[in-house]
């Protein structure tokens, strides 16, 4: 069946729908890197990111869509990521947060 | 008459020394410093209720001069078992039992050199911020007219990448303390605390949160500052995510404070060796347990108290030192 | 799991003599809705209702969309009241939820502010030279259905159950927020649970299906609709529910609120134009009713005489499972026997259109 | 004497498929080379190139020269088998020419000449000197034995894995020699003969073995000795063994200036085969020494890379600290290697990538001299206060490239194998560099020091490390010192030190204002801080545990300060000291800068 082209389209739930999301690759992703899990939000990462401050890129939280399974634009994201590190040397988890980048990058180069 | 030596004459061990009087018993306090009190001597009013520190500091310190209690100032404690102490000037006393009451340590928040502490004047530490206030210095470390003070929570608390794992527990209602104050000194100013998570365990600290918002104003970011730069006006910018809209942030401020955490004593490890004492990961002195025996120390004849074991509040430490005098007398009245 | 917590949320219902102010989008799209609510009062129940032609809109469209000033609303709505009081009557009911949540807020900001009362007074008196007497009481039409649930029930020619297997429908019923989420009080069981479509469900015979999105907004939203670019957010709230309530497999729709009947309808249409995706059996919609309509059904109204051939997906289905009688063929004429025209087929409908007669042939 | 007999058979098999394969191999290699290293070859072959390669080739492949410094019974071990085998080889040759003249023999007849020459009149010159190197030989394969069980005796803590290809051609080459032995000896015993080893055996089994057993066993050792050969030299060409025949050709192509890169080459076959497995490269792995992680080191990574089985754990758990490179006797460029490798499983095209770098520009000041301070550096703001005070005291106008946050200098990303969008990066910095018209640019970071010095195109800019500056502002007069009682020690980053060659300027610098204490791994040998950029392997706490142990060693030295010329570094020894102070370079300059 032809769709039909209103002028509009449905717009997506905005909300995170943990019941529908396929958590495997996030799974996968904190089964790799289990530090990841022990991230508390703090935002250092986001706040020291040098491609972060030049563009719209939150490592936090494309990491932590990342989790919830929302993967939809990760890979996209994390390639703004230039990988300098400055993160890795202020989180106070002591995530490997390069390590996070090229993992999700990896895991989810088909999304 | 059964001898006790208190290893630290701050709030816990004096209170400690004046349970133990009551008791029947001598206790001896051991403090490097040339004064007692120890950390408190620095402090100026406390959380929650505002109350100036030399209150409860001028009381304990009232009743440990009435009771003629027996005090080694400027001396410190190099080994100790529980039968004897050996003390940095050489004499060796003798005692039925020994009580560690010798704090904590202060973070050197010079560590975390992104913040630019003794880099920068314009950032200064909780406990500075206290001095200044004991000191009527505040105005000259903030400027005449600060048009913003910001305040970063967990400072050498809660980070990996200074080796302190644990939480420090009393800074997150230091700091909302603080920015009160400097809120009511400099009414014209904005008070900004970073945060990543505000621990509002006590009573009434909520209720200080919600007034620090309401009553006062203070912003409240969820995010931890990153770095801090110097502008061109002699101010300091800092950068944090804030991490609610999930985008970065940048400000300048007139001050920074750091809430600095409380670390454990560098000293605890050589003593866990010497006595067979436990230390807990934090580095701090790990009670028997932390329900029936938290101030014994699971050697017989070694006791707690106060912040040598985990930071704790004025209130839980001088709590926890009249426990410790009551374990202390109790295990004497067993032994004789 | 029985709530009862709907009993906390009571409101005064007139029992007669009330004065009826009509719905734009109800009028439009479901006439034949507001001519049952009509009929089942006077002739069913008996009761005196004046329908009265001289009442306009109450502007609501047009003051949720930024475009009718308070000042100006209040004025109408002031000039209903007199023209109720002119007519005699004291109990004002409204066919529309959104009139109703208007008329409810505006009595309610008079009350808070009575300056803005007298305000009112004076613009209405400049305008139109009327004076006016609040009503003695505010109802919506579906309260007072609710009211006579009862006494519909003990007329009733057919009840809300499957009539080959005996099982009660299964029927999902949507309030609209302006019923009682603005003033919770002003709706029976409150804007949590609200009972004034359930009452009637379960007082004829159906069971209603409590789904985790029961609550949520149908979309319509007046910019969010009227807006071509926020389109696809009211869709989106439509295509929510939906989602949700598809897995009790209801067999129809009930809903308080024209604006919300007509989205829930016409947005079923749009959707399985634009993605595919049909909620109801056999891959078509599920009916959506107005009360009325299921009123108009219990008592034993013919279907088609209540309107319904208006609505996007088709009942018949729906029928058929009640055991109502109604000639297929029929379904397109109007009330005069003409043929009104036919809607193309689509994914949604099921009824069979090559037997409804056509006059152009 | 046509010199064939049965037992030639796995020789002549053996020898043949082994040449076979090693020309194929060859052939392919140099066949898939670039254009441009073709050509530099082609232009370096009737060089001095050539004649310095076959020195090295001597030097190396024979006498491994390089094994001697690590450890001279090391290196002995390696000699006699290699050097040894080759006189073996040599000599007999000339041996077949003394007895039968001028005249085409076979392959297996040189080999197994003694069996041949039987009824040839007995040359005791010949017989010496074979014997003598036989024993040589022997001695290797003792050493080796030995060096199983005894590898600390030979400078090694421990030694190589082997896969089981590895293990069979190892065995047969073990086997070879004490074959050889017996086998000459028992043809000794029946026809006499022999020099002093041979012939001795051969007279002891002559006495106690009758002449029937000893007919057997001839014939079996002969057996026994052409199998072994055939053996090793069928499993040579797939085993570590191939690096005999690699390492030549490696040698040349090295003087013909050909390299590694960040993308992988034919030429790189050469590197990988030509590595021995000797496993000189696990000692100084920290990861090794101190994390006990024993399946990433060079020598498995050639491995699993040779056999095409590398996996992105081994390839990215690597510090590329260039420790192992510096101790390897082959000097294969390791680390290019593990970043080609990267290059080849991470990569991804970038040409949408980082658009949002456009237009961006966050530098301030004006000056021919241009600072940039490295990501890192943000986070260590004492080296910027420290840099500005430098420049103050020096009077040097500065650009100060990122005092505000910039763009990357490319070379993490190059490290993680991403060297495609390292390309935007250097792009982006380049033309940065450009527009602000600098001559000189300095850095405090020497992850960017190396890509600057090494991948970018800077013509006409001189790029400094903050070390050499200050070092160059102290010689000319610009910036004077005093000097002062303190007590420091350096440690070299990895990318300063063994990266870019600078160990004697930031102890020049040190040296002008206090005393400095060498650790005892120090320059060439120098510890990684383990906070490495190139590693996105290990944990928080496996960085914190290889800085511990660094900032021990340092700490040993008793100075109160360590310094070093890396915000990595700092950060990261910062973390590991116990009471020594953590203080970049111009940090101690600044305070010693006289008022």
């Known amino acids: 069946m032809a769709a039909i082209h209103f002028g509009y389209t449905i717009s997506k739930p905005r909300a995170i729908d943990l019941d529908r999301n396929n958590l495997r690759k996030s799974d996968e992703i904190l089964r790799e890197m289990p530090e990841l899990q022990t991230c508390i939000g703090c935002g250092s990462c986001t706040a020291v990111c040098t491609a972060g401050n030049l563009t719209e890129f939150n490592f936090r939280k494309v990491h932590t869509l990342v989790r919830r399974g929302e993967y939809q634009g990760a890979y996209e994201e994390m390639n703004k990521c230039m990988l300098c590190g400055k993160c890795r040397l202020v989180c106070p988890r002591g995530i490997n947060t390069r390590g996070v980048v090229l993992l999700i990058k990896r895991k989810l180069g088909d999304f | 008459m059964k001898r006790v030596i208190i290893i630290g004459g701050g709030p816990a061990g004096m209170q400690t020394a004046l349970c133990l009087v009551r008791r029947g018993i001598e206790p001896v306090i051991v403090e490097c410093e040339n004064e007692l009190g120890g950390k408190l001597r620095n402090w100026h009013v406390l959380f929650p209720t505002f109350t100036p520190a030399s209150d409860v500091l001028t009381e304990l310190r009232r009743k440990v001069r009435e009771n003629r209690i027996g005090v080694h100032l400027s001396t410190s404690v190099e080994t100790f078992t529980d039968r004897q102490a050996t003390l940095s000037d050489g004499r060796v006393l003798t005692c039925d039992a020994v009580v560690v009451a010798t704090g904590f340590t202060l973070f050197d928040a010079r560590i975390k050199e992104e913040y630019g502490y003794g880099i920068y004047d314009k950032v200064i530490t909780s406990a500075d911020l206290e001095r200044l206030f004991n000191e009527g210095r505040v105005v000259q470390a903030a400027g005449e007219h600060p048009r913003r003070i910001a305040f970063l929570h967990c400072v050498g608390s809660r980070d990996e990448k200074v080796c302190q794992q644990h939480c420090s527990r009393v800074c997150c209602v230091t700091g909302v303390k603080q920015a009160i104050e400097m809120r009511r000194l400099f009414p014209e100013a904005d008070v900004f605390n970073f945060y990543m998570d505000i621990r509002m365990f006590g009573p009434g600290y909520e209720e200080l949160y919600r007034e620090a918002q309401q009553r006062y104003g203070i912003h409240f970011v969820r995010g931890r500052i990153s770095e801090a730069a110097p502008t061109h006006d002699n101010r300091l910018q800092i950068k944090a995510e804030d991490t609610l809209t999930g985008r970065p942030l940048r400000m300048s401020v007139d001050l920074l404070v750091l809430l600095v955490g409380m670390r454990a004593n560098d000293q605890n490890a050589a003593w866990a060796a010497d006595n067979g004492l436990n230390q807990a990961p934090s580095g701090f002195l790990q009670p028997k347990d932390l329900f029936l025996g938290n101030v014994r120390s699971g050697v017989e004849g070694i006791f707690y108290a106060g912040t040598v074991t985990a930071p704790k509040t004025i209130g839980e430490t001088v709590n926890e030192a009249t426990a410790a005098a009551d374990a202390v007398a109790d295990y004497l009245t067993t032994k004789a | ?361 | ?595």
């Open chain 4, 1 to 595: 004497m046509n010199f064939f007999v049965p037992f030639c058979i796995p020789f002549i098999v053996g020898a043949v498929a082994m040449f076979i394969t090693l020309a194929w191999k060859w052939g392919l290699w140099l066949y898939r080379l670039p254009r441009a290293d073709k050509k530099r070859i082609v232009c370096g072959l009737p060089t001095r190139a050539t004649l310095d390669a076959a020195g090295e080739v001597v030097c190396e492949s024979l006498l491994h020269r390089r094994i001697f410094r690590v450890n001279p019974l090391l290196g002995y071990m390696h000699m006699s088998l290699a050097f040894g085998w080759f006189l073996l080889i040599a000599v007999g040759w000339a041996e077949t020419i003394a007895y039968v003249g001028f005249r085409w023999v076979p392959l297996q007849g040189h080999v197994f000449f003694r069996y041949f020459a039987t009824g040839l009149p007995h040359k005791p010159v010949f017989a010496f000197i074979m014997d003598l190197l036989l024993l040589f030989v022997l001695s290797g394969v003792a050493l080796a034995w030995g060096k199983r069980f005894f590898s600390k005796r030979m400078g090694m803590r421990r030694t190589t894995r082997h896969v089981l290809g590895d293990r069979i051609a190892l065995s047969a080459l073990w086997f070879i020699f004490p074959a050889r032995l017996i086998a000459e000896s028992t043809t000794c015993a029946l026809y006499e003969g022999g020099g002093f080893l041979t012939g001795t055996i051969g007279a002891w089994m002559g006495e106690h073995i009758s002449t029937m057993t000893l007919l057997t066993l001839e014939s079996v050792a002969w057996w026994f000795y052409s199998s072994c050969l055939g053996i090793f030299f069928v499993a040579l060409p797939f085993s570590r063994y191939m690096h005999i025949f690699t390492e030549i050709p490696l040698i040349f192509l090295r003087r013909y200036r050909l390299r590694s890169d960040e993308k992988e080459s034919s030429y790189d076959r050469f590197q990988v085969d030509a590595c021995s497995r000797c496993g000189i490269c696990i000692d100084p792995c920290q990861l090794q020494s101190v994390l006990g992680v024993d399946n990433v080191q060079s020598v498995y990574f050639l491995r699993d890379r040779r056999y095409g089985m590398l996996r992105a754990e081994v390839a990215d758990n690597c510090l590329l600290c260039g420790r192992c490179a510096q101790r390897c006797p082959v000097q294969i460029d390791l680390n290019t290697l593990r970043i080609n490798s990267r290059d080849r499983l991470h990569n991804i095209p970038a040409e949408r990538r980082y658009d949002y770098l456009k237009g961006v520009d966050r530098s301030s000041g004006t000056g021919k001299v241009g600072y940039f301070a490295g990501c890192m550096t943000l986070l260590t703001p004492r080296t910027l206060v420290a840099m500005e005070r430098i420049f103050h005291a020096a009077g040097e106008e500065v650009w100060w490239a990122d005092r505000d946050g910039s763009v990357c200098c490319g070379r993490p990303l190059k490290l993680a194998g991403e060297t495609d969008a390292a390309c935007k990066m250097r792009e982006y910095n380049t033309e940065l560099f450009r527009k602000h018209g600098i001559t000189t640019l300095v850095t405090s970071c020497p992850i960017c020091l190396k890509v600057f010095r090494e991948d970018y195109a800077l013509d006409g800019i001189e790029v400094l490390h903050h070390s050499q500056y200050i070092f160059r502002l102290i010689q000319s007069g610009r910036l004077a010192i005093e000097r002062g009682a303190g007590q420091f020690t350096y440690h070299d980053p990895c990318e300063l030190g063994r990266g870019s060659g600078i160990y004697d300027e930031p102890r020049a610098v040190i040296e002008a204002i206090g005393l400095l204490l060498e650790p005892v791994d120090t320059r060439e040998n120098a510890l990684c801080c383990g906070s490495s950029v190139a590693n996105t392997a290990i944990t928080d706490g496996q960085q914190l545990q290889i800085a511990r142990s660094v900032t021990a060693e340092l700490e040993a030295t008793g100075a109160g300060t360590i310094v070093t010329a890396c915000p990595l570094c700092k950060k990261a020894l910062g973390r590991g000291a116990v009471h020594a102070e953590v203080r970049d370079l111009s940090e101690i300059v600044a305070d010693a800068v006289s008022k």
């Open chain 3, 1 to 361: 799991m029985k709530r009862n917590s709907w009993q906390d949320y009571q409101k005064q219902i007139a029992d007669d003599r009330y004065y009826y102010a009509r719905s734009c989008i109800r009028q439009n799209f479901f006439p034949g809705s507001e001519r049952a609510f009509i009929d089942i009062l006077t002739r069913d129940l008996g009761r005196d209702l004046l329908d009265d032609p001289k009442h306009s809109s109450c502007t609501g469209i047009g003051y949720h969309s930024d475009i009718v000033p308070l000042e100006t609303i209040m004025t109408v709505v002031a000039r209903q009241f007199s023209l109720m009081n002119e007519a005699g009557y004291e109990n004002f009911v409204t066919s529309c939820i959104t009139s109703f949540g208007i008329y409810t807020e505006i009595l309610a900001t008079w009350q808070e502010f009575p300056e803005t009362e007298e305000r009112t007074r004076e613009h209405l008196r400049k305008a139109t030279g009327r004076e006016f007497v609040k009503p003695a009481s505010l109802a919506h039409t579906s309260d007072i259905v609710f009211h006579f649930r009862d006494e519909i029930a003990a007329r009733a020619k057919r009840r809300l159950v499957n009539v080959a297997t005996g099982e009660p429908l299964r029927v999902v019923e949507h309030i609209g927020c302006h019923y009682a989420k603005i003033f919770p009080k002003s709706g029976i069981g409150g804007s949590e649970f609200p009972y004034v479509l359930a009452g009637m469900i379960e007082a004829w015979g159906g069971e209603c299906v409590d789904y985790p999105e029961r609550r949520h907004c149908c979309g319509f939203g007046f910019r969010n609709y009227l807006v071509q670019a926020n389109r696809g957010y009211s869709i989106a709230n439509s295509h929510k529910k939906l989602e949700s309530m598809a897995p009790y497999k209801p067999d129809f729709i009930v809903a308080n609120c024209p604006g919300c009947a007509m989205f829930l309808d016409k947005w079923q249409y749009a959707i399985a134009e634009m993605e595919g995706t049909t909620y109801g059996e056999d891959g078509h919609g599920i009916p959506v009713l107005t009360y009325e309509e299921m009123a108009g059904l219990v008592l034993g109204y013919d279907p088609w005489r209540l309107g319904m051939q208006m609505h996007q997906v088709d009942v018949e289905p729906l029928l058929d499972k009640m055991g109502i009688d109604y000639d297929p063929a029929a379904k397109y004429l109007g009330r005069n026997g003409k043929f009104i025209g036919k809607p193309e087929t689509a994914a949604v409908n099921c009824g069979q259109s090559d037997l409804v007669y056509d006059m152009r042939e």
